[in-house]
């Protein structure tokens, strides 16, 4: 009996050392941490719960029959974060380049398969060559079972990928169709194809990190949603970000104890906004002063940053923020705001995250190239995205609530549930001095009727009271009240209960 437990014991050893302890030590000589390192570090000390740590690969061809590592490149399994379960994969690079076999991607079914079925986040570390080639189609095939579970999952519960190596073809997909994406600074890479495919095909001379690094993916591309300086940090933010969400479609996201008045009130936000109304403030002051404890997290901080995404809670319960950044272009809506905040709007609505908008927005930026980049149906990404959100809504307005990024913003047309304005509110269909060019352009060469003109038109506009004479706005609220308002509104809002007309699904525009 001793000697089949020291066997078993032995042969765990031999699958925790994957790829064979030179190859861990190359992978720690990179900046890297192992698969199994990253996995107890992600989960709380402890828990992690392994499956299929004997499953090998079938393949028999190029030899491969003489290398069968336990575990087949990934360790999968479940455990906690913060007491509350999660399912984990962790592709180990060690293995194979961490490449994905029949068996490999077999191995992450399984758990997210029990993910879905037992109502819980799943977490995917990336770290992989992508496609084993020595398998051929059957990899490929083991990828598309990957991919259709991720499209099954996809509002079901939450999936949160951390991309910690190299990562090409396949290796990408199946991140692309998750909620979140996280990179490691000058270790990790997405592309579709590498560096040496792009030279022959394109002509282009590109380096790794140049084609997909991670300040690629987060300022450019918008692929990734944050990046870290290294694995522990990555790991340490994804924790921060589980604590936010719900474990699944069907429950709210967890209540936190906290240490922070809901009825605080933040005298200094009577004067955030300028007296001067072209003059910008940090809407991010707004955004600390009303959450818990000053605790925002941001979600793609370094891309579109005319709109600021991100998690924090009021009364211990989680609201996602959307706000114009009027310190960035002003605060306008284009294509780029635009589809980082449609996202984000539909993330929190397929999880009952309540929205708060904070908008002080000049309207959607003109120009050819947004025209030929078709804002248009960008913008309506925004729109359909408010529109569709049955989840709690709260909106304030600050400052310019100008046009058709007036109604977009969670207006009360689109059925947000409170809207208040600042006594700083100007909602009107656009500023004052392009209104009078546009309705007085027969005194256009008269400089002195113009601005007379506009002094009207601001005396009219420049205010949030006509909107609230029609009930357009609920109420015009004292900036240093605004978080116990909101407090108060979203407690009012707790079972709200919303449902639209049955369809298949909607055709937002993609
Ligand atoms: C089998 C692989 C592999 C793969 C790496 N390895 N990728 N084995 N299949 N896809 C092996 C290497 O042979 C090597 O084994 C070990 O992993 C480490 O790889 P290195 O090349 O030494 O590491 P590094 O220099 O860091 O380069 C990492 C890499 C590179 C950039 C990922 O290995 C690479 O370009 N690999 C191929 C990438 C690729 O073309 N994948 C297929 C994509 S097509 P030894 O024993 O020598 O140490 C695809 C289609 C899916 O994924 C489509 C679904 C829709």
């Known amino acids: 009996m001793k000697d089949i437990l020291e066997q078993l014991e032995d042969r765990r050893e031999g699958a925790r050392l994957g790829g064979g302890q030179n190859r861990i030590d190359a992978q720690h000589g990179r900046g890297k941490l192992s698969a199994r390192e990253r996995v107890d570090l992600l989960l709380d000390e402890g828990s992690f719960e ?213 009825d605080r009130i933040e005298p200094s936000l009577d004067t955030l906004v300028p007296t001067n109304a072209n003059t910008p403030y940090d809407m991010k002051e707004l955004i600390l002063k009303l959450a818990d404890e000053g605790d925002f997290y941001e979600i793609q901080q370094e891309f579109a940053k005319n709109i600021v995404t991100g998690f924090f809670r009021i009364e211990g319960r989680t609201v996602g923020v959307v706000a114009n950044q009027p310190m960035v272009l002003a605060g306008v809506l284009d294509i780029d ?40 149906k960008h913008g309506a990404k925004l729109l359909f995205a408010y529109g569709e959100a049955t989840v709690p809504m709260v909106t304030v307005i600050t400052r310019k609530a100008y046009g058709g990024a007036y109604v977009v913003m969670a207006s009360k047309h689109l059925q947000s549930d409170f809207n208040y304005a600042w006594p700083t509110a100007e909602i009107a269909v656009m500023g004052a001095k392009g209104a009078t060019e546009i309705i007085h352009r027969a005194d256009l060469k008269d400089p002195q009727k113009i601005a007379s003109h506009a002094a009207d038109y601001e005396e009219r506009f420049a205010n949030p009271f006509v909107a609230a004479e029609r009930g357009f706005i609920d109420e015009v609220i004292q900036p240093r009240m605004t978080r116990k308002r909101i407090s108060r509104a979203f407690a009012s809002l707790r079972n709200k209960s919303k449902t639209m007309p049955w369809k298949k699904h909607d055709n937002i525009p993609l």
């Open 337 to 376: 705001s635009a589809r980082k905040a449609a996202r984000f709007v539909r993330f929190c609505d397929a999880f009952e995250i309540p929205i708060l908008t904070l908008i002080d927005v000049p309207g959607f930026l003109p120009g050819t190239s947004q025209e030929y980049g078709g804002v248009i």
């Open 50 to 262: 392994e499956f299929d740590m004997f499953v090998t690969h079938r393949c028999t061809d190029f030899g491969m029959e003489q290398q069968k590592p336990a575990g087949d490149g990934v360790v999968t399994g479940w455990g906690t974060i913060n007491g509350r379960l999660v399912y984990v994969f962790s592709q180990d690079f060690t293995v194979l380049g961490g490449s994905v076999s029949e068996t490999h991607a077999k191995k992450i079914c399984k758990i997210m398969d029990m993910a879905m079925q037992n109502g819980a986040p799943i977490i995917g570390i990336n770290d992989s060559g992508g496609a084993r080639i020595q398998e051929g189609v059957d990899s490929l095939a083991g990828y598309g079972e990957v991919f259709q579970r991720n499209i099954q999952a996809s509002g079901v519960v939450p999936q949160i990928s951390v991309i910690m190596g190299p990562c090409a073809g396949g290796a990408v997909y199946s991140p692309a169709m998750t909620d979140f994406i996280f990179m490691v600074k000058d270790s990790s890479y997405m592309f579709v194809t590498g560096p040496d495919v792009v030279k022959t095909v394109t002509n282009e001379q590109v380096t790794s990190e140049e084609l997909g690094g991670a300040s690629t993916h987060t300022r450019k591309s918008s692929v990734a949603d944050a990046a870290f300086e290294n694995d522990v940090e990555a790991l340490a933010e994804v924790r921060r970000l589980v604590d936010f969400l719900p474990a699944n479609n069907r429950e709210k996201p967890p209540v936190r104890p906290f240490f922070d008045e809901p």
